[in-house]
């Protein structure tokens, strides 16, 4: 012990030696003392106290920082210095700074604030190229003009079509392979973590560039150097004349079979504030998915899965507070779905002896009301930086349902179900999240706080009729009344302390997590009632005492649940400067208890502790090609609910029992990628991510080959593992970026392991699936001029699924498709929208999902008093072919399920747009 102790210490003396030699800077910024904004090309100059130059500097502007106006020089010793800096069309200032410490490394200054000097420069206006994309530096610029829109276009249409972007269909965005973790609108956070609100409702046409970097966050700016806490960020810059003042664009549209859409935007900017409001009233599946699919970006996951009809408003609103870093925004949203689901689905378990088949027929009405609010207040001075956000969300669900199946064992029909049903939610939850970081010098403080709470009141009612083929077991009816009641609540804090040695840091700290759920879930069999009327299922007893006899104790349960974690950790980092190299190391010691109170019909007490060691390691490195390698691993305990002693049959042909021998899971990871931005607007990069889970929780299947009755228990198996990569190039392929292509290349393999039997058997079998998957998504892309753009894709994915059971059969099925797009600029201010695709899946298990469809759509568009007003007509699916349906295989069986969708409609709209700009005050 003594001799690692020695070690230790002799390390960190090293370290401390190597900081004494570090260089020292002072960073800064210079800004206009009137607008704030930062002023590029200032002469700044650093001396002593007493008059004497040490250096010299011009400002310059930085992606990375966020911001314009920088400078950076270098500080000989410790001591006070002056920082003076003038600017051609203002007069100078300075400010004062001191360095206390050699393990400063950088000492940020306060901002310079220079005045306007009597003359002020004519504005000067650049225009931009064609060129869709360059690379500046680590930063991705895309040009919007670039791109062939349709009048009326929102920014997900922009974005769908960025070289090297996939933009899925709940708003996630990646670029040339990367998940992009914020959206900002000209360098603000103005959705505040919500960037759907910003690609449905912000027009496209009020965008200039978009650029895409690594940004530093508050503490890296606070600090003056990398902290370790940059995010990957799409900035969207707007042109000029919407960055301030009003605008706003009103649409209004009917169609064929009784689609209609109706949607207003508003947005008014200012230098310290943005004001956001926008409604939208429609039944076309919120049709940002039928963009998807205008766009030719569809495939069979993506389509619109049954009759959405929506109405939402909002109101967002952003006021700076000082500088750009801080500020108060607010996000409210109330919101109003009516959704009309249908499905089909085929199944397949595997089995020895036979496999089971599942057919389900389902119908279900869901009706919400929601409302959300999300408060943030950011601050970054000098000395520190916090940000805290307040979240609160009310829902109101109702819900009808209808489904009808049946079970077989090859081709004898075992047993079937009908049942009708209803349900009301209703559910509000609050949370409190904040972060602050205090500067001590070179050092840094963290506190950390987290709160949270949600409440659920559920009631359903459920009328079951079970039959089976069986003559021996009687048909069985059952009307069932679930009052569920169920409240979380968490509380966490953190504290850790960063200690600076130049190049390298060390981060110590504690945090302590602490969980509360309750849950009462009782049962109510509503046909035992004396009396009850067997034509209503959702009428409860006129008195207490008769519902209390009709509870089904077996079925009932409460339970309360207590996690609590105490968590030691201590992070290494250092940086390599000559070639971009950043190492983090991550080592939490975590010391977890959990207690579970579970009452159904007796009391029960489950508890388990345990230490975990849960290390993480991640290593990036590199210039023009950027490489990163990571690795975790980390342990949790199961679900204790699932470790009582329990049988569950409220549905009988569905048995559930738990099991008190379920072990702890291990989870292992390891992920590589490299990714390069190159000349020609090239994009390139390579993913590949191994998962592994020791002790993961199956589900382990007994089937009664009499009855059809499936009963199903946790168990703990090892063997579990997948791994996937894929290929992404993107780059114009002449000159003049006439011609582009963009190509995406998956592949993976998934191993799982899984327990299923037959009740005549004396033990599960182990179940071996090997599946793999290979697919591809490439378009080519032909932009003669601003007035013509055609697109020829196509995609594929293929699908062979193999088991080690002597009688499994190999299943080999796939999905493809090939499309044209194209965008033609007509006579009289027409443009013309349109695509053809084929859609194409083989090697289904039922025959009529081997199918191919062709979806046709187009959109003709004019635009009238200058641009103002346009008219749209848009067709979708003239063809009446789309259709929905999903696949999808583990170690259990194989699941085919088709979705009803939106029917092929016309619909005619307009729309009126508008901005505002303030007037010029003229010079004197």
């Not at 973590?193 to 200039?208: C, D, H, M, R």
């Not at 659920?456 to 009307?479: G, I, Q």
């Not at 950790?569 to 190299?581: D, I």
Request: aromatic residues 12%.
């Amino acid at each position: 012990m003594k001799r690692y102790s020695f070690i230790i210490l002799m390390l960190l003396l090293a370290c401390m030696a190597y900081a004494q030699k570090a260089d020292h800077y002072v960073v800064g910024r210079v800004v206009d003392n009137i607008t704030g904004d930062g002023i590029v090309g200032a002469k700044v100059i650093l001396s002593r106290e007493d008059g004497s130059q040490i250096a010299t500097a011009v400002t310059d502007s930085s992606e990375y920082w966020n911001r314009n106006g920088l400078y950076r020089l270098k500080i000989p010793d410790k001591g006070r210095y002056v920082v003076r800096a003038s600017c051609v069309g203002y007069s100078e200032d300075s400010v004062r700074v001191a360095l206390h410490s050699l393990r400063e490394t950088d000492i940020v200054a306060e901002d310079i604030l220079l005045p306007h000097a009597a003359h002020v420069l004519r504005e000067v206006t650049v225009r931009a190229t064609k060129v869709k994309m360059v690379m500046r530096g680590d930063t991705l610029i895309y040009n919007a003009d670039a791109f062939n829109l349709a009048e009326g276009s929102m920014l997900d249409a922009l974005v769908s079509r960025l070289p090297g972007c996939q933009l899925t269909k709940d708003g996630r965005i990646y670029v040339n392979g990367k998940y992009v973790e914020s959206l900002l609108v000209n360098g603000q956070d103005f959705f505040s973590g919500s960037p759907k609100l910003a690609l449905e409702n912000l027009p496209a046409y009020t965008v200039s560039r978009i650029k895409v970097f690594d940004r530093a966050g508050a503490s890296s700016r606070m600090m003056g150097r990398d902290m370790h806490d940059k995010q990957y960020v799409m900035d969207v810059k707007l042109k000029k004349e919407y960055s301030v003042g009003y605008l706003g664009n009103i649409e209004a549209g009917a169609g064929t079979d009784r689609r209609y859409l109706s949607r207003g935007f508003g947005m008014r900017f200012s230098p310290m504030s943005r004001l956001l409001a926008f409604a939208n009233v429609n039944n076309m599946n919120n049709d940002a998915t039928a963009n998807m699919i205008m766009d030719g970006d569809w495939d069979s996951a993506d389509a619109p899965q049954g009759l959405l009809a929506s109405k939402q408003a909002g109101v967002t609103y952003l006021h700076t507070l000082g500088n750009e870093a801080s500020f108060f925004a607010t996000n409210n949203l109330l919101k109003h779905t009516d959704a009309d689901n249908q499905t089909a689905t085929n199944s397949q378990t595997f089995l020895n002896g036979g496999d089971k088949y599942g057919n389900i027929a389902a119908w279900s009405r869901d009706k919400q009301t929601s409302f959300l609010t999300k408060e943030v207040l950011k601050m970054l001075k000098r000395g520190w930086n916090t940000e805290n956000t307040l979240f609160l969300q009310y829902d109101r669900t109702k819900i009808w349902n209808k489904t009808h199946g049946e079970t077989l064992l090859g081709s004898r029909l075992l047993n079937g179900l009908l049942t009708q049903g209803r349900q009301d939610n209703t559910q509000w939850n609050l949370s409190y999240d904040m972060n602050t970081d205090i500067r001590l010098y070179a050092d840094m403080l963290r506190v950390k706080l987290s709160g949270s709470y949600d409440h659920l009141d559920a009631k359903s009612f459920n009328a079951n009729h079970f039959f089976y083929h069986d003559s021996s077991t009687p048909t069985d009816y059952r009307n069932n009344y679930r009052p569920m009641m169920r409240e979380n609540a968490a509380m966490g804090a953190d504290l850790s302390y960063l200690y600076s040695l130049g190049k390298t840091d060390l981060r110590l700290g504690y945090s302590f997590n602490h969980e509360y759920h309750n849950t009462n879930n009782p049962l109510f069999r509503l046909d035992r009632v004396m009396g009850a009327d067997s034509s209503r299922y959702d009428v409860l007893p006129s008195t207490t005492l008769a519902l209390d006899e009709a509870i089904d104790t077996k079925n009932s349960y409460r339970s309360i649940d207590y996690a609590d974690e105490h968590v030691a950790y201590l992070v290494f980092y250092h940086s390599w400067p000559s070639f971009r190299g950043d190492l983090s190391v991550h080592l939490p010691v975590a010391f977890s208890k959990k207690w579970l109170h579970y009452d159904r019909g007796n009391h029960q007490d489950v508890n388990r502790s345990r230490v975990f060691f849960n290390p993480k390691m991640t290593f990036e490195w590199g210039r023009k090609w950027r490489w990163s390698l990571g690795a975790t691993m980390s342990s949790t305990m199961p679900d204790l609910v699932s470790m009582a002693d329990y049988e569950d049959d409220a549905d009988p042909l569905h048995i559930r029992r738990g099991n008190r021998t379920l072990k702890d899971l291990h989870h292992y990871d390891v992920t590589w990628s490299t990714r390069h931005g190159g000349t020609l607007q090239s994009l390139f990069h390579v993913q590949w991510g191994f998962h592994q889970t020791d002790h993961a929780v199956a589900w382990s299947l007994t089937f009664d080959e009499a009855n059809g009755v499936s009963t199903v228990q946790p168990v703990s198996v090892n063997g579990n593992w997948h791994t996937d990569a894929s290929v992404g190039y993107s780059r114009a392929l002449d000159k003049a970026s006439r011609w582009s292509i963009d190509n995406q290349l998956t592949a993976g393999y998934n191993h799982n392991i899984d327990m299923a039997t037959v009740a005549s058997s004396s033990s599960s079998i182990r179940s071996v699936v090997s599946n793999w998957q290979a697919g591809d998504n490439v378009k080519l892309t032909w932009r003669p001029n601003d007035g013509y753009e055609l697109s020829l894709h196509g995609a594929g994915n293929y699908f062979y699924i193999h088991g080690e059971r002597s009688d499994f059969s190999d299943i080999h099925a796939g999905n493809y498709s090939l499309g044209l797009n194209a965008f033609v600029s007509l006579p009289c201010h027409f443009q013309l929208s349109t695509d053809m695709t084929m859609y194409a899946r083989r090697g289904y298990q039922q025959s009529e999902m081997n199918t191919t469809d062709w979806v046709w759509n187009a959109e003709l568009t004019r635009s009238f008093v200058k641009g103002h007003l346009v008219a749209k007509l848009q067709g979708f699916d003239f063809l009446r072919q789309l259709s929905n349906t999903s696949y999808a295989v583990n170690a259990q069986g194989r699941t085919e399920t088709w979705h009803n969708s939106i029917p092929r409609y016309a619909m005619l709209s307009l729309s009126w747009r508008f901005n505002v700009n303030p007037k010029k005050k003229n010079a004197e």
